[in-house]
């Protein structure tokens, strides 16, 4: 039985309530600039308890990772600890303008320095902007500094960039930004790169590989260090995706198996919120040879002569790709990282990616009999398993899903990675109990049960929730952006 739908705010509106009161003014009146307000913008006309209860009763209707385990792969739903908030609404970060003066943001200024060396301490690397606003941004600023490295160089016929097919999605979509050639790798039946391929397509137009470790599947690359080799020979630069580094942090530094840039998604790894649109960050590590094309500015330290306190100020690289984000990055996501990293200090970290391999495996091994996994592997942080069951028809990845919302449960990411049929992707997270793994393990099994017994249950779910079944594809192409009152009769 599906929940009613409560009505829309608009359908509460009476016309003549108010919910505050407007102030008698106190300053003479002005006429407003022509076609600044809309003559006919039908507002609805609500008290402030409707208008409050309306609000709660939508916020109820979302899920969310405080009310319970929201196991997307590749998108990693951690747990975001509650100190983070604090610390971010802290007067002298919250309160801060990017306008100040330099030295009247010294304390800022050294968070960001601490976390570009925190951040490169962790990866290895030489170097880190903290600037890029999302993963996405840091891939196109690593792309972009591999391009430039390369011109500076003369090697202008460079066009193309290699993407395993169990690569991170937003991968080929950060090299067709740029304007490059993408190239696509197949796995092999480890669910690696498959090595033969990458040698057939090695030559003197690549820039590089955009490769993600561990991938998609969930599975590490056996042969990274191979790989890196391959495509350094030809000339070629390696960006590693950092998305799913949660899984290796503190375990081992990417820098040491040849990869040359990488960004972070703070989101995934160091536990700043993921979901609605935003703020994200996406910082950017990089080896010594390419330090000097970080986006402009990174924030320095000069140590005090004489005993007196380093100062931090902005260092200009000279052969910088330029700035690509207004301002300094997302300052309150940096905050959080920050704090997330002091602490849980080195030991922490490594008990994260410990704790987040366990977890998967776990809940891998608890299902894997009732779920086809394709690659019968220890997998890393996540692991991906089939939407569907042998001689059960119009069953798959969507109606598992859909039945999952039945048993108040968050679905784990379907349809990707594209190369596994019917995926499903989960990824547990680390800070997920032993009782919520076994509670999620349980529901699976429940639900592959119900798919032999009573598969119609399946394709009709979900059954108590708000809406039923929606026609996704035409909400996507025709979406209804505002509200339109249906037309009375007559």
């Known amino acids: 039985m599906s ?18 009161p407007v102030p008698e003014l106190d300053v003479p009146k002005a006429a407003l600039p022509e076609g600044l307000v809309r003559d ?9 308890i409707d208008v409050v209860r309306h609000f709660l009763r939508l916020s109820q209707l979302n899920y969310a990772i405080d009310q319970g385990i929201y196991p997307l792969g590749s998108c990693t739903m951690k747990y975001n600890p509650k100190i983070n908030e604090q610390t971010a609404r802290l007067p002298g970060f919250v309160g801060a303008h990017p306008h100040q003066p330099v030295g009247t943001v010294q304390g800022a200024l050294r968070l960001m320095y601490d976390l570009q060396t925190y951040l490169a301490e962790i990866s290895g690397f030489a170097a880190v902007t903290v600037q890029p606003a999302a993963g996405a941004q840091g891939e196109l600023v690593g792309v972009l500094m591999m391009r430039k490295y390369l011109l500076d160089r003369g090697e202008t016929q460079r066009d193309t960039i290699l993407v395993p097919d169990s690569a991170h999605g937003t991968n080929p979509a950060s090299t067709s930004m740029t304007g490059l050639r993408v190239v696509q790798l197949p796995s092999d039946e480890r669910g690696n790169t498959d090595l033969d391929a990458l040698r057939s397509e090695v030559c003197e137009r690549i820039i590089g590989i955009m490769i993600t ?12 260090e191979e790989i890196s080799e391959i495509v350094h020979g030809c000339g070629g630069l390696v960006y ?35 979901g609605g649109g935003g703020p994200g960050a996406g910082p950017v590590g990089v080896a010594e040879h390419l330090v000097d094309y970080l986006p402009d500015p990174v924030v320095r330290m000069t140590p ?20 690509v984000r207004s301002f300094w990055g997302h300052f309150g996501m940096l905050v959080r990282a920050y704090t997330y990293i002091r602490m849980h200090g080195a030991a922490g970290l490594r008990d994260v990616a410990e704790h987040a391999v366990l977890n998967a495996n776990y809940l891998r091994s608890r299902v894997k009999e009732a779920y086809h996994v394709p690659f019968e592997r220890i997998c890393k942080h996540e692991f991906v398993a089939e939407g569907s069951f042998e001689g059960v028809e119009d069953v798959g990845a969507m109606e598992i899903c859909k039945r999952l919302i039945d048993h108040g449960v968050h679905p784990p990411t379907m349809y990707f990675p594209l190369i596994v049929h019917d995926a499903l992707m989960i990824e547990p997270t680390e800070t997920e109990s032993l009782r919520s793994l076994d509670h999620y ?37 025709n979406p209804i952006l505002r509200y339109e009152p249906e037309a009375e009769e007559d």
């Open 240 to 274: 590693g995706d950092g998305a799913n580094l949660n899984a290796l942090v503190g375990v081992m530094h990417p820098a040491d198996v040849g990869i040359d840039v990488m960004h972070f998604n703070l989101h995934k790894t160091f536990s700043t919120p993921h």
């Open 304 to 323: 005090g002569a004489d005993g007196a306190p380093a100062t931090y100020g902005f260092h200009h690289p000279p052969h910088s790709i330029g700035r």
């Open 213 to 224: 470790n561990p991938n998609t599947l969930g599975l590490f690359e056996e042969h990274i």
């Open 441 to 477: 393990a349980d529901i699976l099994l429940e639900i592959a049960e119900e798919a032999e017994r009573d598969p119609d249950l399946l394709r009709q779910a979900p059954h108590n929730a708000p809406v039923r079944r929606l026609d996704e594809v035409g909400a996507a192409r």
């Open 40 to 48: 006919a913008l039908p507002l609805p006309e609500v008290s402030e």
């Open 3 to 20: 929940t009613p739908l409560e009505p829309l705010i608009h359908e509460l509106s009476v016309p003549g309530r108010q919910g505050t």
